[in-house]
Every structure is written in C-alpha cells, then in structure tokens.
C-alpha cells in the first residue's frame, strides 16, 4: 500500500482544511486509514481513524468537534476535514494505514504504511 497525502497549506486561525489521502494497493475493510500530526520537537500525535468500511471512526479528544475523518473506498482516498484551526495546529500531518485493525488505534506503531505527509501551518 501506498499512500500519498495532500491539500496541506498555509491558512489563517479560524480557517478550515481538508486533508486527502490517496492509496494505491489493496485495502480491505478490517483495515484502518488514521490520520497522525507531528509538529517540530514534539512526538507525533494521533488526530483521527476510520475503518476502511466506514463502520467505526475515532477522534483524538482535544480535537473532537473540530475534524471529521471520512474515506471513500471506490476512489480509493481519505479525508480529514479540520475546522477553527488554531495556531497550535501547525504541523506535517500523516496519514497512515493499519493492515490488521488490531491493536490501539491511537499509536503510531500499529500503523504499518505511511504517507510522505502534508505541511499545514496556521497564522495567528
């Protein structure tokens, strides 16, 4: 699976993004697309996941009510809309895929593919 991330960008605080994520290879419907952030000098952070199927999505708590994670699995991509952005969200988001749906949504370990990632760098 490869994954090729987009749509990241240069906007003001209070502005929204949508972030894509485009795969190539084959998906299955156990498998899991999440969304991952990583600003400089700091660990990267898990922001949002869905299952392949759609059935089950996830939110990183400081950020419920501000992102939703969608995929459509006939083009092949994921999204993760992210509303009132603040300054704090700068940083390279990632997307990623988990091929077993096993294990804790929330680490970046579990995910076995990754994407080059898209920088998003809010002004205040």
């Known amino acids: 699976v490869q994954l090729q991330a987009s749509g990241g960008g240069l906007v003001q605080a209070g502005g929204s993004l949508t972030l894509s994520c485009a795969a190539s290879?084959?998906?299955?419907?156990?498998?899991?697309i999440g969304w991952f952030r990583q600003a400089p000098g700091l660990e990267r952070e898990f922001v949002a996941a869905?299952?392949?199927?759609?059935?089950?999505?996830f939110y990183a708590e400081s950020m419920k009510g501000r992102v939703t994670i969608s995929r459509n699995s006939v083009k092949k991509t994921g999204s993760l809309q992210i509303l009132s952005l603040k300054p704090e969200d700068t940083a390279v988001y990632y997307c990623?895929?988990?091929?077993?749906?096993?294990?804790?949504?929330?680490?970046?370990?579990?995910?076995?593919?990754w994407g080059q990632g898209t920088q998003v760098t809010v002004s205040s």
């Open positions: 990623a895929v988990d091929k077993d749906y096993g294990g804790d949504y929330r680490f970046a370990a579990n995910y076995d593919y």
């Open positions: 290879g084959r998906l299955f419907a156990s498998n899991r």
């Open positions: 869905i299952r392949w199927d759609g059935k089950h999505s």
